[in-house]
């Protein structure tokens, strides 16, 4: 049994709080190592125990990342401010919260109740981390909606509607992500390639790890994507697909980009084979994951 004192201050794993905050364990190792930024305590059986306060310290470094300090500067910001302790507390209150927040989504959308979609996202917003409502709500809410789609389950308009609602939703997110000093991305899908919302979720969460976003979205013509990347320089270009058809169509083309400027592939179209046919990085995992992979340059650094 746990103190009441570790009960009270001490009630995540590491697992927990990565899945709450949208950070993998391993970058939450590293701030707190690198900068302090995490407090936590032991359990009698030797596990480190995060507070509220450190979930809350996290979010506000992701907030600062994401306007262009470094990750120290962030660190630092973020350890002086006052915390902001999460109403939502217990691991099975919140997780239950969650799917209640999801399944409202989709029924809302489903039924072209526009308004009730928009209430239920603006209380998910509040209610939990972004990261947490892309990933775990927004994310398999979208796969399922293809997948049932294909099925016939639901309509043409039905796809359309609540597609075009949640587009108008990340659109608002993406406000202001070419700014900052970190480094810079471009995010496109290939040529064909006409599902773009995974990528723009991937592009959200990359920009909150502090890395500055040109989004070039759907459908992106291949020389398009290498006269951009001769004019802007950037320091790395994510392309992503639901089909592997759309990589494997343009393989010369993705050889000779990935020559010159540093290419990741992603989504489910994205396959070790053709990443290492094409001299590509593989970005594995839905695009929130992959986009705090901790083996990515140190915003820090630059």
Request: overall charge negative; charged content about 25%.
């Amino acid at each position: 049994m746990e103190t009441e004192q570790t009960q009270q201050t001490g009630v995540l794993r590491i697992g927990e709080l990565s899945r709450r905050v949208g950070v993998s364990d391993h970058v939450l190792r590293a701030w707190e190592t690198r900068y302090g930024l995490l407090h936590p305590m032991r359990s009698t059986g030797g596990f480190r125990l995060y507070s509220l306060a450190d979930e809350s310290r996290v979010r506000r470094m992701q907030f600062h990342l994401a306007r262009g300090l470094s990750a120290a500067e962030a660190a630092g910001a973020a350890i002086v401010e006052t915390p902001e302790i999460p109403t939502i507390a217990g691991t099975n209150a919140y997780a239950n919260h969650v799917t209640e927040l999801s399944d409202q989504l989709q029924a809302a959308l489903e039924n072209f109740d526009e308004p009730a979609a928009q209430a239920v996202w603006d209380r998910l917003l509040a209610d939990v981390s972004l990261m947490t409502a892309l990933r775990d709500t927004v994310l398999p809410y979208l796969h399922d909606l293809g997948e049932r789609w294909k099925r016939q389950e639901i309509t043409i308009a039905q796809e359309h509607f609540a597609s075009n609602v949640i587009r108008g939703r990340l659109a608002s997110l993406a406000r202001g992500w070419g700014t900052g000093r970190g480094p810079r991305v471009i995010v496109a899908c290939p040529p064909g390639e006409l599902h773009d919302l995974p990528m723009m979720i991937f592009g959200i969460a990359v920009n909150r790890s502090g890395w500055r976003v040109d989004y070039l979205g759907a459908d992106t013509p291949i020389e398009e994507l290498v006269t951009t990347a001769h004019r802007i320089h950037p320091d790395l270009i994510v392309l992503g697909a639901v089909t592997e058809d759309r990589f494997a169509g343009i393989v010369p083309e993705l050889t000779h980009l990935a020559g010159t400027t540093r290419l990741a592939l992603a989504g489910e179209g994205a396959t070790r084979r053709i990443a290492d046919e094409v001299g590509a990085r593989l970005l594995v995992g839905d695009p929130v994951t992959a986009a705090q992979e901790e083996s990515w340059p140190d915003t820090s650094q630059r």
